[in-house]
């Protein structure tokens, strides 16, 4: 493998907690060129890891951009991976075949394995992050690389349909969905819905079976649901919190009522109406920021919603 951290692709941007700097990262995989953005302070060693991967709708700088995250401040390394198109995820087409064929998980691993092997990254504490398609991929590393993980967020997906994931060691996850989201749909089905301006981007499983899945594969006896309180009333959308009991390792899913294919608390897409309502009653981000950092330090995490 060769690999090359380029120089400074920014300056080093300053926070309240300390400055970070960004790193290009380019990794030969599969007799091509592949890349990821790395946020990192200076001086940071053996840190715990937070992998971003981004969705089909967006790369990865308008996801970093958007998403607002801030761990890299904290003493965190966060990466920001690209796919060659489409994420090697499990969904397949009318034939059977891969949207990408692309080694996505193997990439992933020499990515992880370079920075621990330089000191930067502990490998035991990677945890994964996705919306949309980058959801979708990120619940594919869960059925089929559990070790690479540590804890994975899922926003706006679902499990590929047809997924082969087997039972397998649980992993923390902390769940996020709209409940009106006509990309990635609740029930099931197409992405994009039958919408003639969307490519044909495969099939996935409902939220419920996915859900039900991670519930049953950590061990879960059921949840308790609180309802979140209304902070912003025109948003179009409110919050329940099911926080699943008895598990082996944690399960939270944020239900947003009248959310659309959209990042709570984070600003409104161009996209408008097309991807529906954002909620502003709760940070996706700050959950996300949180549900991590409890399990790196080895702590429970916590219930509580985090404020836009």
Known sequence: MRLLLSALVAAAVSFPATAFESRRLLIEHENRTREALIDLSPDVSNAPMLVVLHGGLAGPMTVRRR????????????????????????????????????????????????????????KDRVFVAGPSIGGVMALNLLCNAPDLVAGIAVAIASFAKGADCQSGP????????????????????????????????GYVASVEDTVRHIARRNECDGFDEAQLPDRVADDESTVVLRTYQGCSEPVVHYVVNGGGHTWPGAPASRLGRWVGSTNYDFSATKAVEQFFQNIARGQAPESKAQGG
């Open 170 to 201: 649980p992993r923390p996850v902390i769940y996020i969905h709209g409940t009106d989201d006509d990309i990635m749909p609740p029930n099931g089905g197409r992405i994009g819905g039958w919408n003639p301006l969307v490519r044909d981007r």
């Open 67 to 122: 998403a607002g995250v801030t761990l890299a401040s904290q003493g965190w390394v966060v990466a920001w991976p690209s796919a060659v198109d489409d994420w090697n995820d499990g969904r397949v087409d009318y034939d059977g075949n891969p949207y990408d064929t692309a080694d996505d998980i193997g990439f992933l691993r020499k990515m992880v394995a370079e920075l621990s092997q330089r000191g930067l990254v502990d």
